[in-house]
């Protein structure tokens, strides 16, 4: 059996720019280790660790498209979604779809971090 989920690694051009983003949208304390910067862990915040790992040739996910898929996003839970709308634009994220507007019975929106992967912002 496995025992926990040690961590979420996300492919990207510049892993310390996208850790400091997820640090500032999640809290945490961003952990570069010297002789490999290629790899950079976001640990301290409540849930499982996050890990950036530099791709040469990295190429962002479209989303809705298919020609590069997602492959994976992150669902975040959230108790105001306008307020913490706000505050991802402001760290540098950007609207994909704002699906609860789109749909009465969506309750999420999602967005590209600065590197491009999907996330959504999630209420109940």
Same mark, same amino acid.
């Given at each position: 059996?496995?025992?926990?989920?040690?961590?979420?690694?996300?492919?990207?051009?510049?892993?310390?720019?996208?850790?400091?983003?997820?640090?500032?949208?999640?809290?945490?304390?961003?952990?570069?280790?010297? +002789?490999?910067?290629?790899? /950079?862990?976001? @640990?301290?915040?409540?849930?499982? *660790?996050? &890990?950036?790992? #530099? $791709?040469?040739?990295?190429?962002?996910?479209?989303?809705?498209?298919?020609?590069?898929?997602?492959?994976?996003?992150?669902?975040?839970?959230?108790?105001?979604?306008?307020?913490?709308?706000?505050?991802?634009? +402001?760290?540098?994220?950007? /609207?994909?779809? @704002?699906?609860?507007?789109?749909? *009465?019975? &969506?309750?999420? #929106? $999602?967005?590209?971090?600065?590197?491009?992967?999907?996330?959504?912002?999630?209420?109940?």
């Amino acid at each position: 059996m496995i025992r926990k989920l040690q961590a979420v690694a996300i492919d990207c051009a510049d892993p310390v720019r996208l850790a400091e983003f997820y640090a500032e949208l999640l809290g945490g304390q961003v952990e570069v280790d010297a +002789e490999d910067p290629d790899w /950079v862990e976001l @640990r301290g915040f409540d849930g499982t *660790p996050l &890990a950036f790992q #530099r $791709v040469e040739g990295y190429r962002p996910p479209q989303w809705p498209g298919q020609e590069s898929p997602q492959q994976m996003h992150l669902d975040f839970d959230v108790d105001d979604i306008e307020a913490d709308e706000r505050r991802v634009l +402001e760290l540098g994220a950007t /609207v994909l779809e @704002r699906t609860d507007q789109l749909r *009465p019975e &969506a309750n999420w #929106r $999602v967005y590209a971090d600065p590197a491009g992967h999907p996330f959504c912002l999630c209420f109940h």
